[in-house]
Structure formats: structure tokens, C-alpha cells
């Protein structure tokens, strides 16, 4: 059940208001959402729910047993069984095809004939199983009832792609009273316009106009077209992602939960590691919390460090599917990271911290003290003082992060390695080739798309307080014509979301 169709617009129109109406009955409200959860996800296979539920009595098994544990070795031992149990059920489901291919392929040697289906979601739902009873091993919470962890893992607005909700952010919202006059319904309006325009207008379009022609053949097409193929897809991918996020976190606020954010304009990064903590934001927390810190992080010394990013990295690609070109990309971007610590390291500066809002923090106050800047860290939207040379710094370190983003999106875009050579090949052949693919609308929708990234969160954050007290029938009014702009603009039928196949 896709967001942007009819059919979840039905089952959206008849799971809100009765949720708002068992609000008050907290055991029959539970049960409801859990049901309609269930739902959603069987729409596409009544044979995931079995997994799901499966799942849920397993995780919630297990953060008991650590919880009761009174021994360290037992806490340990218990806690390693969980994680094992849920890193083999993803495993198994998305890697089996892989190494089964693999064996036939390479060794002539055959498997017994099983016919595995990747159940939509199961990575995300399976990192909140992990961080669940990762969290009740440190005691950074206890054991939710049976249903409430239960209603965590399956909340329908985020069970198929995301963001990761920890159940450190879910659960205290699950006890807590939701009032209906303090939900942010001109946010939630905002998100969910926005989270559409991106997922029907940009992403849609920009796939079947030029980025899966160019990156499915990308031989017949000169370097333009396939330069562009390459930035239309850095597009695509946002817009897809961002825009089901944006949903969700609009979804669940109407329903009265507020979720992490997950994008923050990810192509205005001037660094690598400022892109992951704009890009999929609660994928990056979760990694650092969950692997690089346990790894050791930079605590260890440098070398450490470096391996440490290196084994995050493509294991976070590697999250992603069993393929070859996931491993690639994860530990390119690994090395990307790396190198930026090193050279740091050569300099003599410090890490820049992890969890650090914007790295322009670190950035400007190497270059300037005093009050300035000791204000902006208060408040980033207040003004600080740059130099020429600082606004120039910046701008190139945009454009390099961008395109070294994009060199990344090509072979995390491709079948195999051979084919993101050929893209790669591609992109510098036939530069006096005409343009097949690129036109006015495909450039305006990229450049467009690229130029929103640098609108200040200020402006967004403003826009939505105004749209909170319009009167709700003139809402309700703005967001039918809304959608009939994005059904008009888009073009025939809605795809699939590109995350769901992870």
C-alpha cells in the first residue's frame, strides 16, 4: 500500500478519526493501530505478517531475559543472542539469493530450490529490534509490555522505509496523553504536501525521463545526457526518500507522535561527514551508536579509527543489499570519511563531533572567536561574520562533497560493477553527441531541486507555524487543490518506493 494512492488515502481516512476517538480507551487504541499496522503491511503479503509477529515475540523475549539477568557474563551472553537472532532472520531474507547465485555461478554447485521473498521493510523494523534490546542491555530503558512493543516495531507510518524510531523516542510517547488541539496539523499538512510533490512531481519524473534510460543503457547516450542521468538520479534518490520520510513523520503527527527528522538538505553539505549527518540521519545515528561507538570510535587511536569508519561504512552499505556494488559504495564513502580525518589529523585539528548540528560550527570557529560565534552556536540562524575567502571555502567544499556524493550514487545505482564502469566510461564519451535526454524541464527540475537544498530551515520552520493557525477548513481547502497540483503535474501511475526493495 503505497502512500501517494487512493487506497491508503481510504485506509488513512478511516484509521484517523477512529484513533483520535479510542484515544481514551488506551488498551483498545492499541489494539486497534496494531490491527490496522498489520494491515498496511499485508497488503503486499499476507506471508510477512508471520515474520513480523515473529519477530516482535522474539526481540520482546529476549530484552526480558537481559533485563532479568543479574549476572554480566548472562546480560552479555543474552544480548548477543538477540542481535544474532535478528542479524540472521535479515540475512537470511536478503542474502540467501546472493550466496545461493553465487555458488551455482562460481562453483557449479546447486541449492535445494527455495523461493525467498524480501519482506518490504524487514531492515528497518530488524535495527529496531537491535537497538531495542541493545538499549535494555545498557538500561537506557526497560522492557515495554508485550504491546506496546508490539504497536513500536509495526507502526505503520514508518514499518516500510523509515526513519529508525528508537524505542527510547516511541515508547514514553506511546504512554503519554495525546490531546488533539496540540497536534501540529499545519506541520503535518506541509510535510505530507511536500513529502508528495517530491515522491510524484521530482522523483517520478526525473526517473522515467532520464535516469533509467541513461543508467540502463548508458552506451547509447552521449556525456551530457549521462552527466545529467547521474545528477537527475542524486535527485531522484533524495526526493523518493526524503519525500516517503516527510510523509511519515507528517502520518504520524496527525495520528499525535512526533518522529526524528531524517533530511536536512543533505546537498548543502560541505564535507562527507556533514552529508551522512543530513543524509537518512536516523541510519547514521543508528550506525554510530550501535557500531562505530562499540567498535571504539576514535578512542582507540587513529588507526583504529580509520578501520572503524571503514568497517561502519561498508557494513552500512552492505545494509543496503547483497551485492557487490552496496560493499563498494559503503566503503567508498568510508574512504571519503577517512581521508577527511586524516587530513584533519595532519593538521592538527580536532574531530569534529559526530552529533554536532552543522559542521560549520567547527568550521568557523577556526577562524574566528569571540562572540560571534559563541552566539551562532546558540543559534545557527543567527548572522557570523565571513570573509571571501571563508564563503569561497565553503562553496568549493559543496561542490566537491556533491560530486564525490554522485560518483558514489553511480555505482550504488548500478546492477554491477561492470555496469557502473560503463556508466563511468560513458561520461566521458560523446560530448559532441546532441542531447537525447536533457531538456529545459529535466535541467530546471535538477537545478530547481539543488536550489531548494540552500533554502533556509528558518523559512521552512515559519512557513509551517503559519499554515498551524489557518482556520482547518481553509487547510483542508489548500491541500485538495495541493493534490490535484500534484496529480496533474506528475506523470501516469506511482512507482514504487526506491527504499522498499532495502
Known amino acids: 500500500m503505497l502512500f501517494p494512492t487512493f487506497t491508503f488515502a481510504a485506509f488513512f481516512a478511516v484509521v484517523l478519526p477512529v484513533s483520535w476517538m479510542l484515544r481514551e480507551r488506551v488498551t483498545a487504541w492499541k489494539l486497534f493501530i496494531l490491527s490496522a499496522s498489520y494491515y498496511f503491511y499485508g497488503y503486499w503479503d499476507t506471508r510477512f505478517l508471520l515474520l513480523l509477529a515473529s519477530m516482535t515475540i522474539g526481540n520482546e ?19 548477543v543472542a538477540a542481535v544474532a537472532m535478528n542479524v540472521v532472520v535479515l540475512g537470511f531474507f536478503k542474502y540467501y539469493d546472493f550466496f545461493t547465485d553465487s555458488l551455482d555461478r562460481n562453483l557449479g554447485l546447486s541449492s535445494p530450490a527455495l523461493n525467498v521473498v524480501l519482506p518490504i521493510g524487514i531492515s528497518f ?10 538499549d535494555v542491555y545498557r538500561r537506557d530503558t526497560t522492557p515495554a509490555p508485550l504491546l506496546d512493543f508490539a504497536v513500536y516495531l509495526s507502526f505503520f507510518p514508518q514499518l516500510v522505509a523509515g526513519p529508525i524510531v528508537r524505542a527510547t523516542e516511541f515508547l514514553p510517547e506511546l504512554r503519554s496523553e495525546r490531546v488533539p488541539d496540540q497536534v501540529e496539523v499545519g506541520r503535518a499538512v506541509v510535510l505530507i504536501g511536500r513529502g508528495l510533490f517530491k515522491k510524484v512531481v521530482i522523483a517520478d519524473f526525473l526517473g522515467r525521463a532520464i535516469v533509467d534510460q541513461t543508467f540502463g543503457t548508458p552506451g547509447e547516450f552521449g556525456g551530457l545526457d549521462v552527466l545529467f ?73 587513529q588507526v583504529i579509527k580509520y578501520r572503524n569508519l571503514l568497517i561502519t561504512m561498508g557494513l552500512g552499505g552492505l545494509w543496503h543489499g547483497a551485492a557487490g556494488t552496496f560493499v563498494v559504495w559503503g566503503l567508498y564513502q568510508g574512504l571519503g570519511m577517512a581521508g577527511e580525518r586524516l587530513l584533519s589529523d595532519l593538521r592538527g585539528e580536532q574531530d569534529v563531533p559526530l552529533d554536532s548540528r552543522d559542521v560549520r560550527i567547527t568550521e568557523i570557529a577556526r577562524l574566528h572567536s569571540g562572540a560571534a560565534v559563541d552566539a551562532w552556536r546558540e543559534d545557527p540562524s543567527s548572522p557570523v561574520p565571513f570573509t571571501p575567502l571563508e564563503v569561497r571555502s565553503l562553496w568549493l567544499g559543496r561542490v566537491v562533497t556533491f560530486h564525490f556524493v554522485c560518483i558514489g550514487w553511480i555505482i550504488f545505482n548500478s546492477e554491477s560493477l561492470g555496469r557502473a564502469g560503463d556508466v563511468f566510461v560513458a561520461l566521458f564519451q560523446g560530448w559532441g553527441q546532441a542531447p ?41 481547502v489548500a491541500f485538495a487543490v495541493w493534490i490535484m497540483v500534484v496529480v496533474a ?14
Not at 533485563?67 to 557474563?73: E, L
Not at 506528475?490 to 512507482?495: L, R, T, Y
Open 125 to 134: 523494523y530488524t535495527f529496531q529490534g537491535i537497538s531495542y534490546v541493545v
Open 229 to 301: 542521468g547521474v545528477y537527475g538520479y542524486a535527485i531522484q534518490l533524495y526526493a523518493d526518500f526524503s519525500g516517503y520520510t516527510d510523509m511519515a513523520i507528517g502520518l504520524a503527527l496527525l495520528l499525535g507522535f512526533r518522529f526524528p527528522q531524517n533530511f536536512d538538505r543533505p546537498y548543502a553539505a560541505v564535507s562527507v561527514q556533514d552529508f551522512w549527518r543530513r543524509w537518512h540521519m536516523t541510519l547514521s545515528r543508528w550506525l554510530r551508536d550501535y557500531l562505530y561507538f562499540p567498535l571504539g570510535g576514535n578512542r582507540k587511536g
Open 436 to 476: 537525447e535526454l536533457v531538456n529545459p524541464l529535466v535541467v530546471l527540475v535538477i537545478a530547481g531541486s539543488i536550489a531548494a537544498q540552500y533554502v533556509p530551515p528558518l523559512l521552512a520552520r515559519q512557513w509551517a507555524a503559519m499554515c498551524s493557525v489557518i482556520h482547518p477548513i481553509v487547510v483542508s
Open 61 to 79: 523475549v529476549a530484552a526480558v531475559v537481559i533485563h532479568r539477568s543479574r549476572r554480566g557474563g548472562g546480560r552479555r551472553t543474552a544480548v
Open 489 to 502: 503535474l506528475g506523470p501516469d501511475g506511482i512507482s514504487d518506493f526506491i527504499y522498499f526493495q532495502f
